[in-house]
Every structure is written in structure tokens, then in C-alpha cells.
């Protein structure tokens, strides 16, 4: 039996569907900043200069509350055997399975490059989703602060962002998300899967645990920041008798409002994923399946608007009355305004008011 890869999720590359594409040759500018700390490395991560000239991608999608989302990472090192965007890394003639958390392109000039988008006349001031695709806290990010950096220009500008993250160390920037809460221009969302720290470890080996999730809602929350949970994905047959447990617990500690996405297998996540459950839970394997395929029309996934977020069905309806139900026994999306858009300046964002 092959030796199991410790601290990532999938245990393999796949092959890439976009095989002629490859990878432009890129100089390793990033050494000094290969994260070390807390996790085994059997399989060291890279990190390559990102020479992308935007850094604000339009969604299309009308699942999404946000016309306009920011990723300042591709790839991402948490390594989440379920995350949908991996396909993407086939994009850049990388694998979507170990390449997706071993190869990280960094977008060192992404505040640069927001300033510019904002100070377009053409700009219409909006929410921005961040991030839409990788997480913006991924662990590189404490060594680069281009997260920071970037919440920086969405406050000199007073542009509103939605941010969400499986990390905890968003709480580092907790003085400028309450500047930016000041002015009614941020919402933070934590996503939690499950509470099963052995599960979480499993299935999202790089992410802050279930308790540090619950805290930094907690800490969010008493620093007057809107916050609240992402309770995705659902894993039908694994994580979805957690729904109520986790609303109440993220409600306890301060949450305000909460969303569910159901699980999504896109291109080759369907493998990858397939690949883990087997391995890592072989008696209930064959149920989950049965269950994804069942909310998504007889599929592994349905890419369809209005469905693939949420499933169909009489087991994605029986999660969806389970989830309105906790969130109303546990007073969550009670009140949820808009964020401002009256706020944005364009002219001196750097001069700060007199008053």
C-alpha cells in the first residue's frame, strides 16, 4: 500500500484537459517566503509571480451577490479536496490536484492594480467579493500581506467588500475591517464545514480548525465587524447533519447572518473528490455519492444557474427547510442592510478628512 501524502488533500496530479497549454517559464522571486510553520511538508509549496494586468474578474453568475470579485492567490494552499475551483489551475498548465495547493501564483501587485480599477471614471461603485475563487487568507498570506494591503485601497477609496475565509487570520486586520464597518462598508463571512476537527483535518488539511473559526466569529463580532457563517459546502451523507449545530454555535458567538452552499463537483474536482471519500471513508462512500448525484438531477454536479449552488430535489429541499428553520431558531438573517455605495471617492482618495 502507497504511502499516504500527510497535510494535503488530494494525492495526486491529474491530468490537465488544457494540456496544450504550458507554463510560462517564471523566476522564483518568492523563496524567502515559503510558509514552515505547523505542517509536515512531504511535498514542498512553490510560489510564482503572477504578471496578470487586472485584478477585479465580473461575475456572471446571477447565484452571486456581487457583480465584481478579487483573488489575490491561484491556487491555494489549504487544500480543500472538495473546492470547486480547483479546475482552474488547468488554466495556467497546471494539475487541479497537488499542483493546485503546491503551486501558488501570487498577485504581488493586486493593491496597485485594485487603486487603478477605482480610479477609472468608469467605475461604478459596488460590492466587491473577496475572494470569489481562492482564499484571500491561505497561510502565504501572512508573510505577504497583499490582503491587507488591498482592504487598505477599499478603505481609502470607500468602496464596500464582502470577504470570506477559512482562516483565522483574517482577525490580524481586525483594525481595518472596523474602520471600514465604521462606514458601513464591509461584511466578513467564515465558512465552516464541519465541527469534527478530525474531519476538517481530512478533508481541508491547511485551514484554521472548527474552534478557531467559531472564535474568530466571536472576535469579529465583539469588535462591532458584521459577521457572519458560510455553512459550506454541505456534504450530503457527511457534514449535513451538522447544519444545526454549527448555526447554533455560530450564532452563540455572535454571528448575524448565515448562507448554505451545497457541495459542487466541477471538471476533475468530481475525481479528486471520489478518490478521497474512498480512501477516507470507505463505508460511506457509495451514500454520498448517492446523495450528490441525487441533488444534482442524477449528476456528480449540475453547472446550471439557480441549481447548482443549492441542489434540487427532495433531499436538497428537506437541507433547505433544515437550515431556514435553525436559522430562524437561532435568530440569524434577522436584519442584513446593504452595505454603502454613497461613500466612494475618487478625487484625493489618499488625503484623509480634516474632520
Known sequence: MEEKIRGRGSQFNLKNRFEKLSLHDITHELDEYFDTEDFERAVKTEFFNDISNSVLTKNESPDLGAGYSINPYRGCEHGCIYCYARPTHEYLGFSPGLDFETKIMVKRNAPELLKKEFLKKCWIPQTVFF????????????????????LEIFLKFRNPVAVITKNALIRRDTDILKRLSELNLVRVIISITTLNKDLQRRMEPRTSTPSQRLKTIEFLSGSEIPTGVNVAPIIPGLTDEEIPEILKNASGCGAQFAAYVMLRLPFSTKELFTDWLGREFPDRA????????????????????????????????AVKKIFEFNCNKTGLNKNKSPLSKDLFRRENPDQESLF
Open 131 to 150: 475572494s470569489g475563487n481562492t482564499d484571500c487568507y491561505q497561510p502565504i498570506e501572512k508573510q505577504l500581506e497583499i490582503t491587507r494591503k488591498c
Open 286 to 317: 457509495k451514500k454520498v455519492i448517492n446523495r450528490v448525484t441525487e441533488i444534482h438531477g442524477g449528476k456528480l454536479y449540475n453547472s446550471e444557474f439557480g441549481r447548482r449552488l443549492t441542489g434540487e430535489g427532495n433531499w436538497a429541499e
